[in-house]
């Protein structure tokens, strides 16, 4: 009768109906009124099993009942329509990609995510492109939607980010191999097995300080190698070149500002700080008491400029790359790939973030976006 049962609900939940069963119509199905006095196991019953108490080991019925409701949620993930929170279309899920925090996304949109990232570099940005998670996309995903080149560049930099945090990992000067300094800042590469010093990357020099740049290029004008025109130009080069130069407070990694405010992101690991001070922020408080903007006198269109520009910059915040934005002609959802055009799949136009006007290719040539036509005030 429980086989019956089981026919004749293909597909649904049969253990409630079973024990029903059970409960209100098993004693009159095998025609007992009274109660039933159970006594001890049969061993040697020749009926079916399935009827005897313990006759199968829970250990193994448990895992078994757990694999066939595993399989058929996911027969049932497969078959149902599902929506993609980036592009906003709907497809079946075997078209999607679940993450490990078990959100949805097609594989499309995922496939452009992990692409986009992997080729710029910005590893710590392959999180889940939902706005409130966090979750890091796992390498068995991310070597199914990358290729094999950009698996492997994904596979290179993130060991090179990993070195890079380690702080006893230098590497040679001479082939960039990486290698283990001890404590006394003495590294040998495993390559070429040239023995250096971690923090000059010159030859080892126990008990000596490092030399400094200028040193550096008085040691090579001594040598001949320069001469004062040559080392005059050199010294201006460095000077130039670590003007806007600082250091992450994170990772430690050199970053180099050539333009805009003092709120930058850190390229390797996403860390928010301030380039004035190089202390790590969130938003935009800190410039409370410390400035944004180094400039002393600035014009109306500059101040102007600088106004948009940072409402521009906090709205990319709340909505990063990966994430949706709505098009102000007709309000459907569009995947962001760019904050200062966004092409709309619905209505087919390419409008600007800025002015929120439509935007054609000759005004896209001359770099509409920011330009008095934009802002609708005239260049001083």
Same mark, same amino acid.
């Given at each position: 009768?429980? $086989?019956?049962?089981?026919?004749?609900?293909?597909?649904?939940?049969?253990?409630?109906?079973?024990?029903?069963?059970?409960?209100?119509?098993?004693?009159?199905?095998?025609?007992?009124?009274?109660?039933?006095?159970?006594?001890? $196991?049969?061993?040697?019953?020749? *009926?079916?099993?399935?009827?005897? @108490?313990?006759?199968?080991?829970?250990?193994?019925?448990?895992?078994?009942?757990?694999?066939?409701?595993? #399989?058929?949620?996911?027969?049932?993930?497969?078959?149902?329509?599902?929506?993609?929170?980036?592009?906003?279309?709907? @497809? #079946?899920? @075997?078209?999607?990609?679940? /993450?490990?925090?078990?959100?949805?996304?097609?594989?499309?949109?995922? &496939?452009?995510?992990?692409?986009?990232?992997? #080729? &710029?570099?910005?590893?710590?940005? /392959? %999180?889940?492109? $939902?706005?409130?998670?966090?979750?890091?996309?796992?390498?068995?995903?991310?070597?199914?939607? +990358? =290729?094999?080149?950009?698996? &492997?560049?994904?596979?290179?930099?993130?060991?090179?980010?990993?070195? $890079?945090?380690?702080?006893?990992?230098?590497?040679?000067?001479?082939?960039?191999?990486?290698?283990?300094?001890?404590?006394?800042?003495?590294?040998?590469?495993?390559?070429?097995?040239?023995?250096?010093?971690?923090?000059?990357?010159? %030859?080892?020099?126990?008990?000596?300080?490092?030399?400094?740049?200028? !040193?550096?290029?008085?040691?090579?004008?001594? @040598?001949?190698?320069?001469?004062?025109?040559?080392?005059?130009?050199?010294?201006?080069?460095?000077?130039? +070149?670590?003007?806007? %130069?600082? %250091?992450?407070?994170?990772?430690?990694?050199?970053?180099?500002?050539?333009?805009?405010?003092?709120?930058?992101?850190?390229?390797?690991?996403?860390?928010?700080?301030?380039?004035?001070?190089?202390?790590?922020?969130?938003?935009?408080?800190?410039?409370?008491?410390?400035?944004?903007?180094?400039?002393?006198?600035?014009?109306?269109?500059?101040?102007?400029?600088?106004?948009?520009?940072?409402?521009?910059?906090?709205?990319?915040?709340? !909505?990063?790359?990966?994430?949706?934005?709505?098009?102000? #002609?007709?309000?459907?959802?569009?995947?962001?790939?760019?904050?200062?055009?966004?092409?709309?799949?619905?209505?087919?136009? =390419?409008?600007?973030?800025?002015?929120?006007?439509?935007?054609?290719?000759?005004?896209?040539?001359?770099?509409?976006? *920011? =330009?008095?036509?934009?802002?609708?005030?005239?260049?001083?």
């Amino acid at each position: 009768m429980l $086989d019956t049962i089981w026919a004749e609900l293909p597909g649904q939940e049969v253990v409630y109906q079973w024990v029903e069963w059970i409960r209100n119509a098993s004693l009159s199905h095998i025609w007992l009124d009274g109660k039933i006095m159970l006594g001890q $196991d049969i061993p040697t019953h020749k *009926g079916d099993m399935r009827a005897i @108490s313990r006759a199968v080991s829970l250990d193994t019925v448990i895992p078994s009942m757990l694999s066939y409701n595993s #399989k058929k949620h996911y027969q049932a993930f497969l078959e149902d329509l599902h929506m993609c929170m980036i592009c906003i279309n709907q @497809s #079946k899920g @075997s078209n999607f990609i679940k /993450l490990p925090c078990q959100h949805l996304f097609c594989v499309k949109c995922m &496939e452009t995510l992990c692409k986009m990232h992997v #080729k &710029e570099g910005s590893l710590f940005q /392959l %999180v889940c492109p $939902d706005t409130k998670c966090n979750a890091s996309i796992p390498h068995y995903l991310l070597k199914r939607l +990358l =290729s094999k080149e950009e698996f &492997e560049r994904w596979d290179r930099l993130a060991l090179e980010k990993a070195l $890079d945090s380690m702080a006893d990992v230098v590497y040679c000067p001479n082939c960039a191999i990486g290698c283990m300094e001890d404590e006394d800042n003495n590294a040998q590469c495993p390559k070429c097995s040239f023995t250096f010093c971690g923090s000059c990357k010159e %030859v080892w020099h126990p008990g000596k300080q490092c030399l400094t740049l200028e !040193q550096k290029l008085q040691r090579r004008k001594a @040598s001949g190698k320069l001469n004062d025109r040559e080392m005059s130009q050199e010294m201006l080069n460095i000077r130039e +070149l670590y003007k806007d %130069v600082r %250091v992450c407070p994170n990772c430690r990694m050199a970053i180099n500002k050539s333009a805009g405010c003092n709120k930058v992101m850190c390229t390797s690991c996403g860390q928010l700080f301030c380039f004035r001070c190089c202390k790590t922020i969130n938003g935009y408080d800190h410039f409370k008491n410390c400035r944004l903007f180094e400039a002393a006198d600035m014009t109306d269109w500059d101040k102007k400029m600088i106004e948009l520009q940072n409402g521009i910059q906090m709205r990319a915040q709340k !909505q990063p790359l990966g994430s949706t934005i709505r098009c102000p #002609k007709c309000r459907e959802k569009n995947f962001k790939d760019d904050e200062k055009y966004v092409f709309c799949w619905a209505c087919r136009t =390419s409008y600007c973030t800025l002015c929120k006007r439509t935007i054609q290719d000759k005004m896209l040539k001359r770099g509409h976006w *920011g =330009s008095p036509e934009c802002v609708g005030i005239d260049k001083l």
